[in-house]
């Protein structure tokens, strides 16, 4: 799993066995959407996905739901929602992206920050931004469904 951290040994959410995830960031229209796509694509049904924000915004953002239609990725369909308690109670594991989604989990609920390429600081903005955040969070999303699904 990315930044060093690992799943606990006991999960505390899902009954069913299958581990699930919540992916964060603030407005849900961008990476946390983006993120929870790429996990469906690489793990199929054998992990649960679920993606809120922080403060939801209106939409999907259209360059990262353009962005991930080029890897056959469809998120288009999607709307952002806020963190629903129920659910955070009973996920194995919380993601946020970036630093500004701040969530607190309850006990026994894993949580790990991925902090992001953010390729605006770089002076790199429109679809080529995009791209470079969908590929970031796409190699952080395929080790982390490789490690959820080998459990």
């Not at 924000?53 to 288009?76: F, Q, R, W, Y």
């Not at 500004?100 to 609920?109: K, Q, R, S």
């Not at 790990?112 to 953010?118: H, K, L, Q």
């Not at 969908?134 to 490789?146: K, M, N, Q, S």
Request: net charge negative; with cysteine; proline share 6%.
């Amino acid at each position: 799993m990315p930044d060093n951290q690992t799943m606990p040994d006991t999960a505390a959410g899902t009954e069913t066995g299958t581990p699930s995830v919540l992916f964060v960031c603030v407005k849900n229209g961008g990476k946390s959407q983006m993120a929870a796509g790429l996990m469906r694509k690489a793990a199929g049904d054998a992990v649960a996905v679920y993606s809120a924000g922080t403060k939801p915004g209106a939409a999907v953002n259209g360059l990262s739901a353009e962005s991930l239609a080029e890897v056959g990725v469809d998120i288009t369909g999607e709307t952002p929602k806020p963190i629903d308690p129920e659910l955070l109670s009973r996920v194995d594991l919380v993601v946020t992206l970036g630093r500004e989604a701040v969530v607190e989990t309850p006990d026994g609920v894993a949580l790990v920050n991925w902090d992001t390429d953010e390729p605006s600081d770089r002076g790199i903005d429109g679809i080529e931004r995009m791209r470079l955040v969908r590929d970031d969070i796409a190699a952080r999303v395929t080790a982390l469904a490789a490690e959820l699904t080998a459990r």
